[in-house]
């Protein structure tokens, strides 16, 4: 008995290992306000960490069908959509034009009952901001990415699922 308890427990540890670890910041980032137009001029931007391996995932939910996330081998899991239900669906119609982007007058904002994020671009990268509720002034998670690398991965997660509009 006690055998297989272990071996249980071994399996779940090698489970945990598998698992991706969930980035944060060590502080949170608190805004001056929730108007993101005002308040994100006020940004120490160098201050955000570069994330240069930014990565795209869909993942499978049992009732709700693919979700996107942003990961990163190095950091783990970024940030993600978790009420975009069926991502997969929308991607056979994606085109360049429907990537978060926003600019840093006008972020692309996007929020659910317990969760924000804010994406914008600026001199040469992309900032993503997740918060845990809407409106949020304060974001545990708030990274940025070379445009170059956040374009890209757009464009391959698009190809994949709509390879007759290609996105170079």
Same mark, same amino acid.
């Given at each position: 008995m006690l055998s297989a308890a272990k071996h249980?427990?071994?399996i779940l540890r090698s489970a945990q290992d598998d698992a991706m670890k969930v980035f944060n910041?060590?502080?949170?980032?608190?805004?001056?306000?929730s108007d993101y137009t005002d308040a994100l001029s006020a940004?120490?931007?160098?201050?955000?960490?570069?994330?240069?391996?930014?990565?795209i995932e869909l993942r499978e939910s049992e009732e709700t069908?693919?979700?996107?996330?942003?990961?990163?081998?190095?950091?783990?899991?970024?940030a993600g959509?978790?009420?975009?239900?069926?991502?997969?669906?929308?991607m056979r119609h994606f085109v360049a034009e429907d990537v978060p982007l926003g600019s840093i007058a006008e972020p692309v904002d996007d929020a659910? #009952?317990? +969760?924000?994020? $804010?994406?914008?671009?600026?001199?040469g990268f992309v900032y993503v901001l997740e918060g845990a509720a809407p409106k949020t002034h304060r974001f545990d998670v708030w990274f940025r990415v070379p445009t170059d690398?956040?374009? #890209?991965? +757009?464009?391959? $997660?698009i190809n994949e699922f709509n390879p007759?509009?290609?996105v170079t």
């Amino acid at each position: 008995m006690l055998s297989a308890a272990k071996h249980l427990a071994e399996i779940l540890r090698s489970a945990q290992d598998d698992a991706m670890k969930v980035f944060n910041n060590l502080d949170p980032l608190e805004l001056a306000t929730s108007d993101y137009t005002d308040a994100l001029s006020a940004l120490d931007l160098d201050s955000f960490p570069i994330v240069p391996d930014f990565a795209i995932e869909l993942r499978e939910s049992e009732e709700t069908g693919q979700h996107i996330y942003y990961v990163s081998p190095s950091r783990g899991e970024l940030a993600g959509f978790p009420y975009w239900d069926n991502a997969e669906r929308d991607m056979r119609h994606f085109v360049a034009e429907d990537v978060p982007l926003g600019s840093i007058a006008e972020p692309v904002d996007d929020a659910d #009952a317990d +969760w924000q994020i $804010v994406i914008f671009e600026h001199r040469g990268f992309v900032y993503v901001l997740e918060g845990a509720a809407p409106k949020t002034h304060r974001f545990d998670v708030w990274f940025r990415v070379p445009t170059d690398r956040y374009i #890209a991965e +757009w464009a391959r $997660v698009i190809n994949e699922f709509n390879p007759i509009e290609p996105v170079t």
